[in-house]
């Protein structure tokens, strides 16, 4: 026994020699120190105990995708089983040799004389064993179970390895015997081998026979064994010091005194990566991951003829052969042991610290390397026999607390050791590890399918044989073909870059110049789509009249010279498919038919493997000048093949090309006519002569960045195959891939294999009634173009849908896609396929999948130790950071090691500068200096700011990173997010928190809004609710400077923020007299400048910086903290930033995460995996505000209809509810009225701050409610009107300025909707005054931009279009100050229109200017509204933007995408304008398809201002299918007109205060006259048309009327009517292409125009019969007007006294004199536009009648009382709508004036039919009478109407509860 020593050092050298130990068996743990090789030989018994079920454990474990329980929770539970069963065999004195995988060895060691005691022993540990540990369930339902075989015998042990690496094995007779009596028993036995049984007290143990075996299976143990443990355990390692015995302890191995020289020894045997880990004193368990690594297993099968010695021998050299091979691969031997009479080594590839991404290829050529030398070295050897397989693994320490091991357990792992035994002498792979490895497939041969224990369909299995089995020249194909199917998505600029370049170099080869550019490098990171990106090159290529030769490289062809060559040349000379030499000189024999060059054939015998004769010639040059001449001779191959016909090359992993081929590359390049493609890896080291062509004067460098979010959606959906997939789906693979198409297929398989989503079938939904109507006869399949194409002529023939493009690939691809079917409408296939979520789905717990994260270990691996440190560091920090902050939580780094640290990692690829434009092409790979480059300078993002130029045509000025020394870039991100992700998993959960929480700390005391914004959050009043006790905020950051210098300035210089809300600085101007719009600008212009202070601020606001350094990583860090408060708080900031920089896909994801916190706070489960434990209460405040921050989100992306359902919510926990019954809503608006009045006449104090804040809300929501009351298909006046008088009443609460403003420029815009001129006026007015009262601040430029941009929206939709467009034009100049990129978009959107009536010139350009913004900004809906745009022209102007297929591929791809869908009124103007196009063009089964999808949307397509002209092209289409029907003498003609008129009349009542479209409108209404033979009316209608064209500028719409006129005047003949009709058609192929130089004059578009042509005489007299005139009376929309009027009026208080409104009420219900205005009056109250007996017939239908004429003009009396005399009339309508007394005799009166015996809700309805109005004021006030149940009083207190109010409102609540 050892002594005890004291001392702290002393006790840490104890604690390391003990964990050392922990890893290694006794047998080697008291060796002695001797030279190696030596051999050991003692007399012991093996217990070997194989447990069942960790294969599927692991497996079970690695599907789990749930955060922080996969590897954690697997290392616990094996560890516990394992753990337990290691406990009995120490307790017994048994030493762990090995943990084999799933398996353990132990041994006893004993003298020969005692075996037989020690035999009875072991059994009965054994039998312990079995009964404590035979069976265990696991927590996921896999049943641990084990088996026991036990042998005894002589054994030997081996030491072998070199000074730095060592190994042990015990081999002998015993051992095999051991492994063959494992293999005879099943769970629960325990087996004796042979010999064991021989040696053994037979008498004591009680045994079954097997038959035909001498092992035997044991039963019982008669007694217990007489061998005593205690004095086993103190015999051994009496060589050694121990510390004293301790109790409890079972392993005296963990009582080992320190000792240096025995711990060097120890450590030898542990590997590097477990030894850092013990160095550093961290936790074991840290190791344990579910890993992507290689499995290599080596046996060594003896001839058995050898002495122990020389097999010893052999073991050592075999040990020292693969041991150099694992340090030349970067792999690691894990293990030695004996297994089936041989010897196995276990190596592994990809551990921490080795990990490789191409450490298949080094696992595969290590294999074969140790395959070849131990077969040349080692004589002894039978066979030797390699099994290689790559996959995920569960890799970390397994075993006991005192004896654990690093091993690696899992499927592959068994496969690995299967191949190496089913298929001996030779190396063996998987697929995964064929595919993985990128090898040409000549050294691969596929071998035969055995069958193979444990082992279910390892798919095909290779044998590598690390040179080409065959000889071949040129067979290099791409791994990835294109398919027609599967298009590729999402790569426009690259295919527009692959256009342009085409047809230069056609251009330059036709010219014979060669000034074009002719290489194209694609480059980019792995994943990023380059072979797809290049299978879409070859497909475009070969399908024009190109010659395209492609091949892929591969890394072991970096090594051989002039492969690269030798592969072109062959595919040159199309060689690449013979199999022999004969066949390859007889083909090029063919092609050259020159004396003079086929003398020099002979040069390419060496390269082409050919044998030509050598001409006397060439046997005389020396080698020297036949090198030269061949390259001279295969350079003037190339020339003359290249004048033949135009040659385009093609290589795949370019960056493996070898040097001698890429010197070549670059001179034909110079001196031949073709086009080289290439594509190269980012991370990897080119050549310098691959450098030297990418910075040659003609080659076109692009790099490839992360698709769109829209494209990541369709991408999906292209891989899933199915339709669509949910929005939270959507969000997570935008998140988590930033747009990488590999990362989006491994994360999809992820969700999908955890079970996250699933696919299903859904039934498409009906076809709308009146399809079957419109196009009769079966529905055809129409097939959708697959991709864009270049060619001219291919587009045109598509927009007739007579051409489709071939299929000439195979699916080779190895990313396996789907086809996107989302229009394909075959009557055969109604189920579609759609990806759901399945419940409980938490996103958020998802791991990185495996295959990504081996991706970023290996780059991780490959840094130096400072560099990972920082790189984790940043981790914590989040994706973008501050190198202030990074400094703060490494202050033991100096600031030169820091400088030198970051210098580095911006070399290697891993971090960029933080304020580098995403745009901007990364040119690392021509420039070392670019790898360097800085946006951080602020003095230039200053003058960028102040250019005028738009954002996307800035010239970006980069610095440098390091200059001197010294760090200067300010913000940093990780170049990839997988990187990220990765480095942060590598820390411990604790470490984690502790680093969260010193960075929450940190940022606590920085900003939370820039230096230039007004305040200092995004949520006005949001810390001052929650409480400052829980968010402390101090100062603003401007992020391009440090944080103490943004806070000192501040400090300094407290005005540089300008004056704060709620103050005046400036006097009050003079109101507008005139109108002019010249005076309008002018005043407008005055008071932007005398705001320029705040349009600075706004132009230099960097709002976008601080919320990705300071708002999103503090919602990360309080996450990770686990502050439920803060964390939430976070969010909400994070989110309103999102919101107010048009973010709204993001911040759609950020409030997702919000209500998952929500649901769980509110269900009691903790609100995130790292919250801390506690009951957590949000307040209602928060509530509210995530209810409406995306309600907003909702509505900006057009959801209309779920947007109003979470601002109802939020107006709720708000305290300030909208009623949902008519009758409570006219009380309250009666009330609110009232209370407006009073406010006005009250001094309001400003109230305290979270009262502000309340307030702030409400009118939040409350403007966009009346918003969405107004908009909705049937316009709900009433609610808005209540909705904005609330608004205006709060907004007056704040006592705030802006706020009243706010509130005005909502009533502005209400007023017009309403059609109320001269309050509109008003308004206006006095929005000037107050404007220019406001504070020279960032808030007061706001709302002058929202102001500008009402005045423009406002004069298009009273018609002014010339206006408009000035006014549009000026808000556009103060957006683009504001940076509000996605409200820049909606303006241009809707400024296109009048542009375009106007035809103006610049309508185009705006159009683009539009593309180019929503694709830099990721705004869907903006390329929506650009495309829309885009079919404008197409339909009404006669030009092309974009191509019909690129408008239809748009369309098509949107089906994927949930934003894009969402905008309902968007994809209804879409699917209406490709439908109208169709139909335009006859294409009926087209037409049919889209015409059925606008169908289906038209009823839930919101009444908004973009939707118009959806609306106006859908009446369109009903016209021209009325012509149709026409046409084919549709026997439901009369039906379809009838349905026709009634989408005319819809129309009208949701666009009725629009006059936009109002010439369109009568065009179409006189063409339905023209159709159905009224011609006059048709002719009066065009003439007011015509003029109102005239008063609004609409020089289009002019145009085309005048087109209609001579088209109709030409009617009756019928070759001129077919002239018409043909010549569009043929128009259609020459309509010319918009160019910005030269843009198409309008006399020029006549011809490419559409005319609406008229069917011959005799189709229409023969139904102009039946069909009426298509009249709209004048008196109809005056009397629209007057009640809108009236409506504004009471909506903003214009109420003077109850004489005035019953006066109103009275001239508004006054009947006419005349017997015309009798009529009219009763059509207004029926609602009819059209002749007396159609009038009477509409009477009779509003009132449920279905008697004769003669009943329904009696209830048409009673209803409305008599015509004739003016008093009598107002005495009837008094007594139709007087509020009685009583509720019965009330129901009894409305009843009997109305006829009818139904119940009071029906009589109540006819009563307001009959009289024409549900929603006026002053139906309010006869319901509020009604109420009260008084005839006489007028005078109702505001007292009386809120005690009236709260009763319904509790009546309402209660009945609603109930």
């Not at 020249?473 to 027609?484: A, D, I």
């Not at 935008?734 to 994360?747: K, N």
């Not at 009542?1549 to 009224?1574: C, D, I, K, T």
């Amino acid at each position: 026994m050892g002594k005890v020593k004291g001392g702290s050092k002393q006790g840490d050298s104890k604690n390391k020699i003990s964990s050392i130990a922990a890893h290694v068996p006794d047998l080697v743990v008291y060796s002695d120190f001797r030279r190696i090789p030596y051999v050991e030989h003692f007399n012991g018994v093996l217990l070997f105990a194989d447990v069942s079920g960790f294969t599927a454990l692991t497996e079970r474990f690695s599907m789990c995708s749930k955060k922080g329980y996969g590897a954690d929770e697997l290392t616990r539970t094996l560890n516990s089983y394992i753990g337990d069963i290691v406990s009995h065999i120490l307790a017994a004195g048994g030493d762990i040799l090995n943990y084999a995988g799933d398996a353990i060895l132990a041994l006893w060691t004993v003298e020969r004389s005692r075996i037989s005691e020690l035999i009875s022993m072991v059994v009965k540990c054994g039998l312990n064993i079995q009964a404590n540990c035979g069976v265990r369930e696991t927590d996921v339902g896999s049943v641990l179970r084990v088996k026991i075989g036990i042998s005894a015998g002589k054994l030997s042990k081996v030491i072998m390895g070199n000074e730095e690496n060592q190994y042990f094995v015990v081999i002998g007779r015993a051992v095999d015997e051991v492994r063959l009596a494992e293999g005879l028993a099943v769970a629960g036995n325990i087996i004796l081998s042979p010999n064991a049984w021989e040696l053994c007290d037979r008498a004591n143990i009680a045994v079954d026979h097997f038959e035909d075996e001498r092992a035997v299976k044991v039963r019982y143990i008669k007694r217990d064994p007489t061998f005593s443990v205690e004095k086993y355990m103190e015999s051994v390692g009496n060589n050694v010091e121990h510390e004293d015995k301790i109790q409890g302890c079972v392993r005296k191995a963990s009582r080992l005194m320190p000792n240096e020289e025995r711990e060097k020894f120890l450590q030898k045997y542990i590997m590097k990566t477990v030894l850092q880990k013990i160095d550093a004193n961290q936790p074991l368990e840290y190791l344990s991951e579910m890993r992507p690594a290689t499995i290599v297993f080596v046996n060594l099968q003896f001839k058995g003829t050898e002495a122990d010695a020389e097999q010893c021998l052999a073991i050592h050299v075999a040990a020292i052969s693969l041991s150099k091979q694992m340090v030349k691969h970067h792999g690691r031997i894990n293990k030695v042991f004996m297994f089936d009479k041989g010897c196995t080594f276990l190596c592994l590839f990809g551990l921490p610290g080795d990990k490789r991404e191409d450490e298949s290829t080094h696992a595969l050529q290590a294999a074969y390397g140790a395959y070849e030398s131990c077969q040349k070295e080692i004589r002894s050897l039978r066979t030797v026999s390699v099994g290689v397989t790559t996959g995920p693994v569960f890799c970390g320490v397994v075993g006991h607390t005192l004896r654990h091991e690093y091993t690696v357990i899992g499927k592959k792992v068994n496969l690995a050791a299967r191949l190496m035994m089913h298929y001996p002498g030779m190396v063996s792979c998987d697929t995964e590890t064929h595919n993985y490895s990128r090898l040409p497939q000549a050294y691969f041969t596929e071998l035969p399918k055995k069958a193979m224990k444990g082992v279910r369909d390892p798919g095909p299995i290779y044998q590598f044989t690390a040179r080409k089995v065959r000889i071949t020249v040129g067979q290099s194909p791409m791994s990835v073909e294109r398919q027609k199917e599967y298009p590729l998505l999402g790569r426009e600029k690259e295919m527009e870059l692959y256009s342009r370049m085409v047809k230069s170099f056609l251009e330059g080869r036709a010219s014979d110049t060669h000034t074009y550019n002719n290489v194209v490098i694609f480059g980019g990171g792995s994943g990023y789509g380059k072979s797809h990106l290049l299978a879409e090159v070859v497909y475009r290529a070969s399908r024009g009249s190109l010659r395209v030769m492609p091949c892929e490289l591969a890394k072991t062809d970096t090594h051989q010279q002039n492969y690269t060559l030798q592969t072109l040349l062959a595919l040159l000379l199309t060689v690449e498919t013979c199999k022999n030499f004969a066949e390859r000189e007889k083909v090029i024999l063919s092609q050259i038919e020159q004396p003079d060059m086929r003398e020099n054939l002979c040069l390419l015998n060496e390269i082409l493997l050919v044998k030509f004769p050598v001409s006397n010639r060439v046997s005389l040059m020396d080698i020297e000048t036949r090198e030269k001449e061949t390259k001279d001779f295969i350079m003037q191959l190339f020339c003359h093949m290249a004048q033949a016909e135009p040659c385009v090359y093609v290589i795949d992993q370019a960056h493996f090309v070898d040097s001698p081929s890429c010197c070549f590359l670059l001179e034909v390049c110079e001196a031949a006519h073709m086009l080289l493609f290439l594509s190269v890896l980012l991370e990897s080291e080119c050549n310098p002569e691959l450098l030297r062509l990418l910075r040659a004067p003609r080659t076109v460098y692009h790099k490839l960045t992360g698709l769109e979010p829209s494209v990541t959606a369709q991408l999906a959906c292209q891989i899933l195959g199915v339709v669509r997939i949910p929005t939270e789906v959507e969000l997570f693979l935008v998140e988590r891939s930033h747009g990488v198409p590999y990362y989006c297929e491994e994360l999809l398989k992820s969700l999908y294999l955890s079970r996250m989503v699933y696919i299903s079938e859904v039934e498409e939904s009906e076809e709308c009634r009146d399809v079957e109507l419109l196009f009769p006869g079966p529905s055809v399949e129409v097939p959708i173009p697959s991709s864009r194409t270049s060619s001219e002529e291919e587009i045109r023939k598509k927009s007739m849908g007579t051409t489709q493009p071939p299929n000439s690939y195979k699916n080779t691809s190895s990313l396996k896609c789907r086809k996107i079917a989302a229009l394909d409408e075959s009557a055969s296939e109604r189920l579609k396929l759609v990806c759901l979520t399945n419940e409980g789905a938490k996103f958020h717990q998802i791991l990185i999948p495996l295959t990504l994260k081996g991706m970023a270990l290996a780059h991780l691996d490959q840094l130096l130790p400072n560099e990972q440190m920082v790189v984790k560091c940043a981790a914590i920090i989040g994706h973008t950071f501050t190198t202030q902050m990074l400094t703060h939580i490494l202050p033991e780094l100096t600031e030169d090691k820091l400088n030198d640290t970051l210098v580095s990692l911006f070399k290697a690829g891993t971090f960029v500068c933080g304020s580098r434009p995403e745009h901007l092409v990364d040119l690392s790979l021509v420039d070392e200096k670019c790898m360097l480059s800085c946006y951080c300078d602020q003095q230039s993002r200053a003058r960028r700011v102040d250019e005028d130029e738009d954002e996307e045509d800035k010239e970006e000025t980069a610095g440098q990173a390091s200059e001197g020394g010294m760090w200067r870039c300010d913000v940093m991100r990780f170049r990839t997010s997988l990187v990220k992700e990765t480095a942060y998993d590598l820390w411990l959960q604790e470490q984690r928190r502790d680093f969260h929480a010193k960075c929450a700390a940190y940022l606590l005391k920085r900003a939370h809004r820039c230096v230039h914004c007004p305040t200092d959050e995004f949520v006005f009043g949001h810390k001052a609710v929650v409480g400052a006790a829980i968010i402390e905020i101090s100062g603003v950051l401007n992020v391009q400077v440090s944080c103490e210098k943004a806070l000192l300035d501040i400090q300094k210089n407290p005005e540089h923020l300008g004056p704060r809300r709620g103050t005046i600085m400036i006097p009050p101007k003079s109101t507008l007299e005139s109108g002019d719009v010249e005076e309008t600008l002018a005043v407008l212009d005055a008071i932007i400048q005398d705001h320029q202070q705040g349009a600075k601020l706004s132009r230099l606001c960097c709002c976008d910086q601080v919320l990705e350094v300071v708002l999103t990583p503090m919602a990360r860090h309080w996450i990770g903290v686990g502050d439920v408060s803060k964390a939430l708080y976070y969010l909400l900031e994070s989110s309103a930033a999102c919101i107010y920089l048009s973010y709204n896909f993001r911040a759609l994801s950020y409030l997702n995460e919000i209500q998952t916190i929500l649901d769980n706070v509110k269900s009691g489960r903790s609100a995130f995996d790292t919250a801390m434990k506690g009951r957590m209460k949000v307040c209602k405040f928060e509530k509210a505000l995530a209810y409406r921050l995306k309600g907003q989100v909702l509505f900006n992306t057009g959801q209309i209809k779920e947007a109003e359902a979470m601002f109802t919510k939020a107006l709720r926990l708000l305290g300030r509810r909208l009623p949902m019954t008519p009758v409570i809503a006219a009380v309250k608006l009666v009330y609110e009225r009232m209370r407006k009045l009073r406010l006005r006449s009250q001094e309001l104090e400003r109230p305290e701050e979270k009262r502000l804040a309340f307030l702030h809300e409400q009118i939040n929501c409350l403007s966009f409610m009346w918003k969405i009351s107004c908009i909705k298909r049937v316009p709900q006046i009433d609610r808005a009107m209540l909705a904005i008088t609330m608004e205006q009443n709060t907004a007056t609460l704040t006592a705030q300025q802006d706020r009243v403003v706010f509130s005005i420029l909502d009533l502005h815009r209400f007023s017009q909707s309403c059609g109320q001129e001269e309050e509109c006026k008003r308004y206006e007015r006095q929005l000037f005054e107050l404007l220019a009262q406001l504070p020279d601040t960032t808030e007061a430029y706001i709302l002058i931009s929202h102001f500008i941009r009402n005045l423009c929206i406002i004069r298009l939709c009273d018609g002014h279009l010339e206006e408009a467009i000035q006014y549009g034009y000026k808000a556009r100049s103060v957006i683009r100050q504001l940076h509000q990129a996605g409200v820049d978009v909606w303006l241009m959107a809707n400024l296109s229109t009048p542009m375009l009536f106007t035809n103006r010139s610049a309508h185009c350009t705006v159009t683009m200017r539009m593309e180019r913004l929503s694709n830099a900004r990721g705004v869907s809906t903006g390329k929506g509204w650009f495309y829309m745009s885009c079919l404008n022209c197409m339909l009404y102007a006669g030009f092309l933007v974009r191509h019909l297929d690129e408008c239809l591929m748009f369309v098509h791809e949107s089906q994927s995408d949930p934003c894009l869908l969402a905008d309902q009124g968007l994809m209804f103007t879409l699917y209406s304008a490709l439908c109208l196009w169709y139909v335009r063009l006859g294409d009926w089964p087209q037409a049919r398809l889209f015409y059925t999808k606008a169908s289906n949307v038209y009823r839930e397509a919101p009444s908004n201002l973009l939707a118009i002209g959806g609306n106006v092209m859908f009446l369109e289409l009903r016209v021209l299918l009325f012509r149709k029907a026409l046409s084919e003498n549709n026997v439901h003609i009369q039906d379809i007109y009838r349905r026709t008129l009634k989408c005319f009349a819809e129309f009208r009542q949701r666009f009725r205060g629009n006059q936009l479209y109002q010439p369109r409108l009568l065009h179409l209404q006189a063409y339905m006259n023209q159709l159905a033979g009224h011609g006059s009316t048709a002719t009066q209608m065009l003439h007011r048309a015509l003029l109102l064209c005239d008063a609004q500028g609409n020089k289009l719409e002019r145009s085309c009327i005048q087109q209609s006129q001579a088209a109709w005047e030409a009617q009756f003949r019928q070759d001129q009517q077919k002239k018409f009709q043909a010549s569009w058609l043929i128009a259609t192929l020459t309509m010319p292409t918009w160019d910005e130089l030269y843009p198409p004059s309008p006399d020029e578009l006549l011809e490419h125009r559409y005319v609406l042509t008229v069917p011959g005489r005799r189709l229409t007299a023969k139904v102009s019969a039946v069909l009426q005139p298509f009249t709209e009376t004048e008196e109809e929309p005056h009397r629209d007007t007057r009640d809108s009027e009236t409506h504004v009026q009471r909506a903003n208080g214009s109420e003077t006294s109850p004489r005035t409104s019953d006066t109103r009420v009275k001239r508004e219900n006054t009947s006419q004199t005349s017997t015309r205005d009798s009529k009219t009056s009763v059509q207004r109250a029926s609602g009819s536009e059209t002749s007396t007996r159609d009038s009477k017939t509409r009477v009779q239908r509003a009132n449920g009648s279905e008697t004769s004429t003669r009943d329904s003009k009696t209830r048409v009396q009673r209803a409305n009382g008599s015509e004739t005399s003016t008093r009598d009339s107002k005495t009837r309508v008094q007594r139709a709508n007087s509020s009685e007394t009583s509720t019965r005799d009330s129901k009894t009166r409305v009843q009997q004036a109305n006829g009818s015996e139904t119940s009071t809700r029906d009589s109540k309805t006819r009563v307001q039919q009959a009289n024409g109005s549900e929603t006026s004021t002053r139906d309010s006030k006869t319901r509020v009478q009604r109420a009260n149940g008084s005839d006489t009083s007028r005078e109702i207190s505001e007292t009386q109407v809120q005690t009236l109010l709260t009763s319904v409102e509790e009546s309402e609540t209660g009945s609603s509860e109930a």
